[in-house]
């Protein structure tokens, strides 16, 4: 793993997530050009996926770790991930049994896994591991999940002009509840040394909406809000993530950090 001091770390990390960001929205645009939605959207997730492996093998060397061990973690820390698990995979289960149409369904599931491997391996691995190696001081755990968080947060920024008709006022709304998943995911990581369990559980939680979006070719975020309904969405999220956001941060409390320092022993030396 590469050291840097934390203002260098800063400054590449941000500029990679932005380069990555743009790889990802070139592919995108290049392969609409000659595949239908479904198509381009899975093939231009397997090359980010291809370029974050290349990057981490040949440049960065951030260890990854998938294994199912988890330090004796598992149920204390991901019971609220299994919860999402069981209610995002019942709504995708559900919404199989009423359009009864496999090929979309097969098509979300494959693009769940690249997204959770990717978002996960590059937000919870790469950038968190480098921001703890290049952080100091007795915050540093935390203000290396805060700061991974927002990056993944702001990296939905990208609906706002990627083509996929998401409205703005939803986009924003993304952006905050993706900050708050980050930190639970995050804490998921830290806290069972492995980055299997937040993929899983990110990969569950987009599959509702990915099922959506493949089977109507619209997205469940196209339409705008406004007055009451956005107030109602405004409230709702805030019960939903807020609790999330918490529950992440007392996950990664200064009590809990030998804990997470036998998880992580390349990370927290």
Request: hydrophobic share 50%; net charge negative; glycine share 8%.
């Given at each position: 793993?590469?050291?840097?001091?934390?203002?260098?770390?800063?400054?590449?990390?941000?500029?990679?997530?932005?380069?990555?960001?743009?790889?990802?929205?070139?592919?995108?645009?290049?392969?609409?050009?000659?595949?239908?939605?479904?198509?381009?959207?899975?093939?231009?997730?397997?090359?980010?996926?291809?370029?974050?492996?290349?990057?981490?093998?040949?440049?960065?060397?951030?260890?990854?770790?998938?294994?199912?061990?988890?330090?004796?973690?598992?149920?204390?820390?991901?019971?609220?991930?299994?919860?999402?698990?069981?209610?995002?995979?019942?709504?995708?289960?559900?919404?199989?049994?009423?359009?009864?149409?496999?090929?979309?369904?097969?098509?979300?599931?494959?693009?769940?896994?690249?997204?959770?491997?990717?978002?996960?391996?590059?937000?919870?691995?790469?950038?968190?591991?480098?921001?703890?190696?290049?952080?100091?001081?007795?915050?540093?755990?935390?203000?290396?999940?805060?700061?991974?968080?927002?990056?993944?947060g702001l990296?939905?920024?990208?609906?706002?002009?990627?083509?996929?008709?998401?409205?703005?006022?939803?986009?924003?709304?993304?952006?905050?509840?993706?900050?708050?998943?980050?930190?639970?995911?995050?804490?998921?990581?830290?806290?069972?040394?492995?980055?299997?369990?937040?993929?899983?559980?990110?990969?569950?939680?987009?599959?509702p909406s990915?099922?959506?979006?493949?089977?109507?070719?619209?997205?469940v975020l196209?339409?705008?809000?406004?007055?009451?309904?956005?107030?109602?969405?405004?409230?709702?999220?805030?019960?939903?993530?807020?609790?999330?956001?918490?529950?992440?941060?007392?996950?990664?409390?200064?009590?809990?950090?030998?804990?997470?320092?036998?998880?992580?022993?390349?990370?927290?030396?």
């Open positions: 793993m590469r050291k840097w001091s934390a203002t260098q770390t800063l400054g590449i990390l941000t500029g990679l997530t932005a380069i990555m960001m743009l790889v990802l929205f070139i592919v995108r645009r290049l392969f609409g050009q000659f595949m239908d939605q479904t198509a381009w959207e899975l093939s231009a997730e397997l090359v980010i996926v291809l370029v974050l492996i290349a990057v981490n093998k040949y440049w960065l060397h951030v260890p990854l770790s998938y294994q199912w061990q988890t330090h004796g973690q598992f149920w204390s820390v991901c019971w609220l991930g299994i919860l999402l698990v069981f209610i995002n995979g019942g709504v995708f289960i559900g919404g199989y049994v009423v359009n009864t149409n496999a090929t979309p369904a097969i098509e979300a599931v494959v693009m769940a896994l690249l997204v959770g491997y990717y978002e996960e391996s590059f937000f919870r691995g790469i950038i968190l591991g480098q921001l703890l190696k290049s952080f100091s001081g007795k915050h540093r755990v935390i203000l290396a999940v805060l700061t991974s968080s927002v990056l993944f990296t939905h920024a990208a609906h706002y002009f990627d083509g996929f008709d998401q409205s703005s006022i939803n986009t924003t709304l993304q952006i905050g509840y993706a900050i708050c998943l980050g930190v639970y995911f995050s804490a998921v990581t830290l806290r069972t040394g492995s980055l299997l369990w937040p993929m899983l559980m990110h990969a569950t939680f987009d599959l990915l099922y959506i979006e493949f089977t109507t070719h619209s997205g196209s339409n705008s809000l406004s007055g009451d309904e956005l107030l109602i969405t405004l409230i709702s999220d805030t019960i939903h993530y807020l609790p999330v956001l918490l529950i992440g941060l007392w996950l990664i409390r200064r009590s809990q950090l030998a804990e997470i320092a036998h998880a992580n022993p390349e990370w927290l030396e």
